[in-house]
Nanobody, 117 residues
Framework: QVQLVESGGGLVQAGGSLRLSCAASGRTFSSYGVGWFRQAPGKEREFVGEVTATTSNTAYAESVKGRFTISRDNAKNTVYLQMNILKPEDTAVYYC??????????WGQGTQVTVSS
C-alpha cells in the first residue's frame, strides 16, 4: 500500500513558477513509477508527465514540455514537479499517482494550482 500526499499548490501570476511535491509512504516507493496528472474545471483529467522507477527517465505531455520538470528523491520518498513559465491554461487540480506496473494504482488527493493572467 502506498499513500500519496501532494503539496505546493497555490496562486501565481502568469510567467511565474511553482514546485509541487508528492510525498509517499511505503518502503517500496522507489520501485514505483510516479506520474503527474491535472484536471481543470469541466475537463477530463489529463497526463502531465511521469518519472520511471529504476532509471528515473521522464516523459511529458506536449503542452508542458520545456516548461515542467519532474524529479524524484527516493531517499525522501518524494517526487517533484517544477513548473516554470506558467500559463492561465495550466490552472487545474494537480494529482500525483504511482504504479508498480502498467496501471496507475495509487492516487493523491490533489493540490490546486491557479495561474492568473
Amino acid at each position: 500500500q502506498v499513500q500519496l500526499v501532494e503539496s505546493g499548490g497555490g496562486l501565481v501570476q502568469a510567467g511565474g513558477s511553482l514546485r509541487l511535491s508528492c510525498a509517499a509512504s511505503g518502503r517500496t516507493f522507489s520501485s514505483y513509477g510516479v506520474g503527474w496528472f491535472r484536471q481543470a474545471p469541466g475537463k477530463e483529467r489529463e497526463f502531465v508527465g511521469e518519472v520511471t522507477a529504476t532509471t528515473s527517465n521522464t516523459a511529458y505531455a506536449e503542452s508542458v514540455k520545456g516548461r515542467f520538470t519532474i524529479s524524484r528523491d527516493n531517499a525522501k520518498n518524494t517526487v517533484y514537479l517544477q513548473m516554470n513559465i506558467l500559463k492561465p491554461e495550466d490552472t487545474a487540480v494537480y494529482y500525483c499517482a504511482a504504479r508498480p506496473n502498467a496501471r496507475w494504482l495509487y492516487w493523491g488527493q490533489g493540490t490546486q494550482v491557479t495561474v492568473s493572467s
